[in-house]
């Protein structure tokens, strides 16, 4: 699959996650250095890929959906990037982040093979969101056409309370 960054067209590797697939395993690594297996997460999920938590577009997401899950107690949000686990840490203090968990797939691109997020080019993800119901099965796929585009947070949260 093709998108764009900056303009320009850029290839995605792999598969793209489709609505109503069941989500494969994969492992992420957490701000403290410590893996996370998604089959060992629960509940409604939303998973927002992005290139780097560390730029002014993806600032903006994370901080949105950190501000709008606070009230919804029975979803969890994950951010996923290629930011290494320290620099992630440090914006996550510095932005006070608390409601959205932060990976990273620096290690392995276990997330980044899996979901077809992975950008050949740069070695980044490209931006997606993605809602997983407690069934480990997508509600919700959106790649975005240009990597630097937010998603529709109203749709991403609508599919997210809507999922079982």
Known sequence: ??????????????????????????TVTDPNMNSLSFKDTTG?????????????VCDLEVATFNDKVKDLPNITC???SMDLPFAQARWCAAKG???VKI???????????????????LGLLTRAAFVIDSGNRIVYADY????????????VLEAAKNAK
């Open 78 to 80: 994950y951010t996923i």
């Open 44 to 56: 409604v999920r939303i998973l927002l890929a992005v290139p780097s938590i560390d730029t002014s």
């Open 144 to 155: 975005m056409e240009e990597v630097s585009s937010q998603p529709n947070f109203d749709q």
């Open 103 to 121: 990976y990273s797939d620096y290690k392995d691109r276990s997330f980044a093979d899996v979901s077809g997020t992975y950008i050949k080019e």
């Open 1 to 26: 699959m093709k998108v764009k960054f900056k303009g320009n067209d850029v290839e995605l590797k792999g598969k793209q996650f489709a609505v109503n697939e069941t989500i494969p395993d994969f």
């Open 97 to 99: 982040i608390e409601n």
